[in-house]
């Protein structure tokens, strides 16, 4: 067999043995009282003592189990069931941050969940309750086959009676002061020889005396030592107060200088951590492994513990019953004797009243006919009936006796159990119900107690699980699902205006709180009631947790308008820092390094300014509007105006075309001798050349309707000046060809004014 190589105060192997015999032998006792109380409750006849079992082994006697046990236990593990136990990690100091601790909330929800944890819980909770003794195992595996990221884990370790021992010395409820711990695997023959193929295939004992309850599969047992070791590590202290540890702060030195991070000094602390180790009966069977825990990450959870003259002892509810519920078995398995072999009572008759009737006398207390016919005797009574079992009373006062020790003996009273036979008061039945609770929340908080032991062992690990820039899945209280990315870049901390990892799981330390309450669900309903009653005082309120308030509405839809109020409320700095998720807090610092954050007062008063712009636009647009119509009302009255004009000039054109035809005949008539002054003649074309170009300026020009007036307006004026022109030339002729000159000029001209 292959030797294995190690110095170490557990290199040993013999000595191991020695050190495992020695805690079973320490914990022999209470073991076996563990056992026996589920024995008493999971096994056929196992509320029977085994000696009263021998005596009725021919059968003689009856035997009979009438358990009140189970329903008990079942009673105070449904109300531990009930409650939600939910792990709170709080910053403790150092460079811890609530951002932070959400994460490791997130990522532990998550590690419970995917174990199964509630599962967990309550199965070893039943175990606790029944016999003071159970609990389960934190692991560390890889996240899948196909990669190299490891991710943590909660598993049950069943029948924890006979699979766990501790160091003796160690006296915490948790056994977090522990310094080695023995697990025993069975397995079987086949998987031995493939894991060890020179395995000696000799088991480790189990620490147990007599036959097992059960008839035991062929397994051999295999034994896991867990022990802790220490080491040096060298702490590094930063000049912007962070503490890393030498070799982690090593390859960010360059990069935290380049910040202006200087190292500023170092010390020397003992490191603890967990090694384990398999070996069986003859050797050791592989060489220690080291693992990322500093404590061993076996959780047990016990019941009533208490440490008495420097040893822990505990016991379940079951273990107290034991006397009670024998007691019981027999005192009604002898009523039930002697009802059976008493006589019965019979009836009394002369011959002559069963003649003719014998076989149905003989079948009276078998058959089911309605009547029993019988002759009428004069000389004697009517048939009666006498005797008949008479049980013991004694017995009756005993059984009933022994119910009410067994709910006075648990704790566990009727109304606790759902029940009423005495048609109490409802303040009587409160009363007996606080008084069950008194005596059930040790339970509770032992289950309590322990999975904090699970969370001071989680938030340890989870650091070296998570040692890389990775992404991973966190579960929120909502049970709905986000990813986080962690130990990502370094970013310069909004509050502290330091270097800082994003997501950092190895800044800082932090410390676990567990919240034991009312589930989820009721918690939902307790929160919307709450904050609406406020409301109704406050209605700003609604303002301030508008978020809240969806998040806790359970209907299609809720989870949308949520995330769409939450984020205006952080765009409008109504969420406090320390509430933002991590999301959010990466925009937020990317926004930071592109401009400063918004004071909530200046977006505030903005808003306001925003309103009474909109205001004022409205009015404006009011008066526009006004000004519109009135302008309209303008515009009809200069078209009628203008059309007006527009009907003289065109009156005017034709007087002029009249006056024009009546030039022309008195021209034919004075064509001989009649000679006209050519140079008047030019001059009078110039003059109505310039007239002809100033109008067409002027319709070129003309944008709207007082434009058109301007140049309207003046053709009157005009025809007046030709006229005038006209006269003067009919005073003064100077030739036909001069005078048909200007006609055929003032003609070209009116014609573009009317046109206009």
Request: hydrophobic share 35%; charged share 30%.
């Amino acid at each position: 067999m292959k030797k294995y190589k190690y110095t170490g105060i557990y290199s040993d192997h013999k000595k191991v043995l020695d050190k495992l015999s020695d805690a079973q032998e320490a914990d022999k006792d209470l073991r076996e009282q563990a056992r026996e109380a589920h024995l008493f409750v999971d096994k056929r006849d196992g509320q029977w003592e085994p000696e009263r079992l021998n005596a009725n082994a021919n059968g003689d006697k009856p035997r009979y189990t009438f358990d009140m046990c189970n329903p008990i236990v079942d009673q105070v593990v449904s109300e531990i069931e009930q409650a939600d136990f939910d792990i709170q990690v709080n910053p403790a100091g150092g460079d811890g941050t609530t951002a932070i601790a959400a994460t490791y909330d997130g990522i532990i929800r998550n590690i419970e969940v995917m174990s199964n944890s509630k599962h967990i819980y309550s199965q070893s909770a039943r175990g606790m309750v029944i016999s003071g003794i159970d609990g389960w195992r934190v692991v560390q595996k890889y996240a899948s086959d196909d990669t190299f990221d490891q991710d943590l884990a909660i598993e049950k370790i069943h029948n924890f009676v006979d699979r766990v021992w501790f160091d003796p010395s160690a006296q915490e409820q948790d056994k977090s002061d522990a310094k080695c711990c023995f697990v025993l695997h069975p397995i079987s023959r086949e998987e031995y020889k493939s894991r060890w193929k020179e395995g000696s295939e000799e088991g480790v004992s189990e620490g147990r005396d007599g036959d097992a309850y059960y008839d035991k599969a062929e397994t051999i047992v295999v034994g896991e030592l867990l022990y802790v070791e220490e080491r040096p590590r060298e702490l590094v202290l930063l000049s912007n107060g962070q503490v890393h540890v030498a070799e982690e702060y090593e390859p960010l030195k360059e990069e935290m200088e380049a910040m202006g991070v200087t190292e500023e000094k170092r010390r020397t602390r003992q490191e603890s951590y967990v090694c384990s180790r398999f070996f069986d009966n003859k050797d050791w069977l592989e060489e220690k492994r080291e693992t990322v825990f500093s404590s061993i990450p076996i959780v047990p959870i016990y019941g009533n513990y208490k440490v008495y003259e420097d040893k822990p002892i505990y016991w379940g509810v079951v273990e107290k019953l034991f006397d009670t519920q024998r007691v019981l078995n027999y005192s009604i398995s002898r009523q039930i004797e002697e009802g059976a072999l008493a006589p019965r009572a019979k009836y009394f008759m002369t011959p002559t009243q069963a003649a003719g009737h014998e076989d149905t006398l003989q079948t009276l207390n078998t058959n089911n006919h309605p009547v029993q016919f019988y002759n009428a005797d004069p000389e004697a009574p009517v048939p009666t009936q006498q005797g008949g079992a008479q049980i013991n009373a004694g017995l009756t006062q005993i059984s009933e006796s022994m119910r009410a020790m067994m709910s006075y003996t648990s704790g566990m009273f009727a109304a606790n159990m759902g029940d009423n036979p005495r048609a109490q008061s409802g303040v009587a039945i409160e009363t007996l119900q606080n008084k069950g609770d008194n005596s059930t929340v040790k339970y509770f908080t032992a289950l309590k107690y322990a999975i904090a032991a699970t969370g001071r062992i989680l938030i340890k690990a989870i650091p070296k699980i998570y040692d890389t820039r990775r992404t991973v899945r966190i579960l929120k209280e909502d049970k709905t699902y986000d990813y986080a990315d962690i130990n990502g870049e370094i970013i310069i901390d909004t509050e502290t205006n330091q270097p800082m990892r994003l997501n950092d799981l190895s800044r800082g330390s932090y410390d676990i709180q567990v919240n034991a309450g009312p589930s989820f669900q009721n918690r939902q309903a307790e929160t919307r009631e709450a904050i609406t009653a406020l409301a109704q005082i406050d209605p700003t309120i609604i303002d301030l947790a508008g978020d809240i308030l969806l998040d806790n509405i359970e209907t299609a839809g809720a989870k949308q308008i949520s995330d769409r109020k939450r984020q205006q409320m952080v765009n409008a700095g109504l969420i406090p820092q320390n509430q933002l998720t991590n999301e959010e807090m990466t925009i937020m610092q990317q926004t930071a390094m592109q401009e400063p954050p918004p004071d909530p007062a200046l977006l505030l008063a903005q808003a306001e300014m925003t309103k009474a712009d909109a205001e004022l636009m409205k009015a404006q647009t009011d008066v526009t509007q006004a000004q519109n119509a009135m302008f309209k009302l303008q515009i009809e009255a200069e078209k009628t105006n203008n059309q007006a004009l527009k009907d003289q000039a065109a009156n005017a054109v034709d007087v002029f075309r009249a006056q024009t035809d009546r030039f022309k005949v008195q021209t034919d008539a004075q064509e001989v001798g009649a000679k006209l002054n050519e140079s008047a003649g030019k001059q009078l074309g110039q003059q109505l050349d310039n007239i002809n170009k100033e109008l067409d300026n002027e319709h070129k020009e003309m944008e709207n309707y007082e434009k058109f007036e301007q140049i309207t307006n003046p053709a009157p004026d005009a025809l007046i000046a030709i006229t005038e022109v006209s006269d003067n030339m009919v005073d003064k002729p100077t030739g036909k060809s001069a005078l048909n000159k200007m006609v055929d000029v003032g003609q070209s001209a009116m014609r573009r004014m009317t046109d206009a």
